[in-house]
């Protein structure tokens, strides 16, 4: 199986929140990170959050870290369905830099 | 910010026949850079690394013979996709990195079609 977790499906209200949330195993990763992937398209950096940090947030978005439990959540406020797309959580192990280790992915669609 | 283009976007081609995808950064130098494949509703799954002026670094079960990677210059690799068949059409996506903490840039990527 994958090291990194989600759940594959959310479908949200527009105008509601959307919680989306992963689960990761390499407890040294020193950076979290979400993407954002729409139909045909690369990925786009949202957000990442340093493992020593709990909480950060940036307009619309925020990302929980328990480094406790390895649980990365990426709470998305007033949900728009230009948010409709595949979000992926990636952690990055301090033993092979650049590497980026992904989930599955969390299809998110929004519904007016 | 950091862009990475990534070239062709979609590629149809047949059996037998190579495709070469680019992948340039365009406003920094990236000594190192990363080519995934993307299978649909799949993750990314990590195929090389690329390293400027050396050989790039394959991940177990990625054929290096089949998928020849060249980083000869700071800004760009690339990846070849030799006798090509139909269980390599997949999407396939380069990164780019800039050292930085938010230094993984993505390609657009590239849809291959091989029939």
């Known amino acids: 199986g994958e090291d990194v977790e989600q759940s594959l499906f959310l479908s949200v209200r527009e105008g509601d929140s959307s919680v989306i949330n992963c689960t990761y195993t390499d407890s040294s990763s020193t950076y979290l990170y979400w993407y954002k992937q729409e139909p045909g398209a690369g990925l786009q950096l949202l957000t990442y959050i340093f493992s020593n940090m709990d909480m950060k947030q940036d307009q619309r978005l925020t990302v929980l870290l328990n480094k406790k439990d390895k649980h990365l959540s990426l709470r998305i406020a007033d949900t728009q369905t230009g948010d409709s797309a595949i979000y992926f959580c990636?952690?990055?192990?301090?033993?092979?830099?650049?590497?980026?280790?992904f989930g599955a992915g969390t299809q998110v669609v929004v519904t007016p | 910010g950091a862009v990475v283009s990534q070239h062709p976007s979609w590629v149809i081609c047949k059996s037998g026949t190579s495709v070469k995808i680019e992948c340039r950064s365009l406003d920094f130098q990236a000594t190192t850079m990363f080519w995934y494949r993307q299978f649909p509703k799949q993750s990314l799954m990590l195929m090389a690394t690329?390293?400027?002026?050396?050989?790039?670094?394959?991940e177990q079960g990625v054929e290096k013979d089949k998928f020849l990677i060249n980083h000869a210059s700071l800004t760009l690799s690339t990846l070849t996709v030799t006798s090509a068949h139909p269980e390599d059409s997949s999407f396939y996506i380069c990164?780019?990195?800039?050292?930085?903490?938010?230094?993984?840039?993505f390609g657009s990527g590239t849809r291959l079609t091989v029939v």
């Open positions: 990164s780019a990195s800039n050292r930085g903490v938010d230094g993984y840039t």
């Open positions: 690329s390293n400027e002026g050396s050989k790039a670094t394959y």
């Open positions: 990636a952690e990055s192990p301090t033993d092979s830099w650049g590497k980026l280790q």
